[in-house]
């Protein structure tokens, strides 16, 4: 157990719809980041939350969003969906914005599907 | 950030030591070298962390040589239970703290 728990575990949608996927991060880290995880591929690196505000982002389009609450907590809202955003999302937290050296704990994911 | 290869699958048997090879030729000076564990339908875990040398802990050791291009992560006497992805991550602490995965290697093991 990391301490990184992660809601809904599953969830179906729709093409076109609107999704909110939700992250609690372990106590005392305050920085978090979420990777969109496709079957039988590495995670990929969506963004990093850092005291309520966005420091990082990776190769996704803008209809990926999130927030950082002032408690750590995080959400990731990804509008429009496409068949393609199927996969595994996952959400990790690290103690403080710091380099590599500073181990991610990550949550079990929640596993989205688009039909 | 830079680039890792590593063997796509490799089997091995209960009780025996796995050694699993990561290539990354264009490592940065400040770029330290991490490897992960993923069973399925889980997030990935930590297992070990290094610069340079060797690194041991209670579960892998880590061995990097002194050009640092590339690492091997040793499991002693695996079990069944250590069947899994194994990720070997590089990452330069001065671009931020986004992870970059690879394929990783799926470790079988077999009784």
């Known amino acids: ?6 809601s809904p575990t599953h969830l179906i949608k729709t093409r076109g719809q609107q999704v909110t996927l939700r992250c609690s991060s372990q106590s005392g880290h305050n920085t978090v980041s979420w990777y969109q995880q496709a079957l039988g591929q590495g995670p990929q690196f969506i963004f990093q939350y850092y005291r309520e505000e966005e420091n990082g982002r990776g190769n996704f389009p803008p209809r990926f969003s999130g ?14 969906l496409e068949l393609d955003d199927s996969a595994l999302y996952l959400c990790a937290s690290r103690p403080r914005l710091a380099g590599l050296e500073e181990t991610q704990y990550f949550g079990p994911g929640t596993r989205l599907l688009v039909l | 950030l830079a680039k890792t290869t590593q063997p796509i699958s490799m089997d091995s048997y209960e009780g ?12 940065a000076t400040n770029d330290y070298i991490t490897w992960y564990q993923q069973f399925p339908s889980q997030g990935p875990r930590f297992i070990i962390q290094g610069y340079k040398t060797k690194v041991t802990n209670e579960v892998a050791s880590l061995f990097i040589p002194a050009d640092r291009k590339s690492s091997t992560l040793s499991l ?14 590089v990452g330069d602490k001065n671009a931020g703290n986004m992870l970059t995965f690879g394929g990783g290697t799926r470790l079988m093991v077999k009784p």
């Open chain 1, 1 to 6: 157990e990391t301490g990184v728990t992660q």
């Open chain 1, 67 to 80: 927030l950082q609450f002032p408690n750590y907590s995080s959400e990731l809202n990804v509008n429009a």
């Open chain 2, 16 to 27: 025996q030591e796995v050694n699993i090879t990561c290539s990354h030729n264009n490592i």
């Open chain 2, 76 to 89: 002693p006497r695996v079990s069944l239970s250590d069947t899994a992805v194994y990720y070997c991550l």
